[in-house]
């Protein structure tokens, strides 16, 4: 079941659902991709078509904001809870160390992903880290010929949005049987460059607020909040409950 939020189609899953399912995936032949859309994306992707597509491709898609889950409350079809992709992914991480599936770190700037993998072997014993490469590569293939020799069963591809959705949409059916999983800046936490808000905030939807402050320079970006959400309320009052019922 999904629930549309200006188009996007999130799935309505608790974060133990989300981990169930994509653990699943993890296990299935083929390849497969999941995306964690905040408000900035969902915008984004109204004036990007091959994003809009990309989006609504993913094998899931998971509220990552929770401007997300406001918007949902506000179009009358809640979601279950906010699935931050950061804390989806830890737990990913808890089963692939668990189980021995090996895992890739594709993204951020040169070295970023080596100090991650350092970090969470050490927070997930028995991690197996089956390969390491930055987001600044121009060409595909070699860094795809690199995930299918790692043999890698997950993948960590942070990006950055768009870049990361379209190239998981557009590169599924060529990384071998493997999930990857899309978590923006999540690398750059994993490394210990950039810091995630207290819990105290984060228990009170405020973590776009510790990053503001954390990260002045974000105010361009979250600035276009209030306007995602302003518009929702206009899409509810013009069209009542009836335009955001489930997509699937
Ligand atoms: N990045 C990358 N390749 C690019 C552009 C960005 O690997 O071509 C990385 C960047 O170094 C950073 C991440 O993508 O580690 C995006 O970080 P941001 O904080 O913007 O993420 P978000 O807000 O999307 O979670």
């Known amino acids: 079941m999904r629930v549309s ?17 994509a653990a699943a995936l993890m296990a299935e ?18 004036s990007m078509p091959e ?11 998971i509220p990552d904001g929770i401007g997300i889950i406001y ?17 989806l992914t830890e737990h990913l991480l808890d089963i692939c160390a668990e189980q021995g599936i090996p895992v890739y770190l594709l993204g951020a700037k040169p070295g970023v992903a080596e100090r991650a993998g350092e970090n969470l072997k050490k927070r997930h014993s028995g991690l197996v880290v089956a ?23 997950l993948i960590l591809v942070c990006l950055g949005f768009p870049r990361q959705e379209l190239w998981m949409a557009s590169h599924r059916d060529e ?9 923006g800046g999540s690398m750059d936490v994993f490394a ?3 810091k995630r808000a207290p819990e105290g905030w984060r228990r009170l939807g405020l973590e776009w607020l510790y990053r503001l402050i954390s990260q002045p320079s974000r105010i ?10 302003l518009s929702v309320v206009w899409e509810r009052l013009l069209h009542g409950r009836a335009s955001a019922e489930g997509t699937e």
């Open 5 to 21: 939020v200006k188009g996007i189609g999130f799935d309505r899953l608790s974060m133990e659902e989300a981990v169930r399912d």
């Open 175 to 183: 990384v071998g049987p493997a999930l990857m999983l899309g978590v």
């Open 131 to 153: 390969g390491c490469g930055d987001g600044y590569f121009q060409e595909d293939e070699p860094v795809l010929a690199s995930l299918r020799a790692s043999g890698a069963r």
């Open 192 to 194: 210990g460059d950039v």
């Open 29 to 46: 032949e083929g390849g497969h991709y999941i995306v964690t859309p905040n408000p900035e994306i969902v915008w984004l992707a109204r």
């Open 220 to 229: 361009r970006r979250m600035i276009k909040l209030p306007v995602f959400l």
């Open 71 to 87: 918007a949902a409350r506000i179009l009358g079809t809640p979601l279950v809870e906010r699935v931050p992709g950061i804390e």
């Open 51 to 61: 994003l809009h597509s990309a989006l609504n491709g993913a094998d899931l898609v």
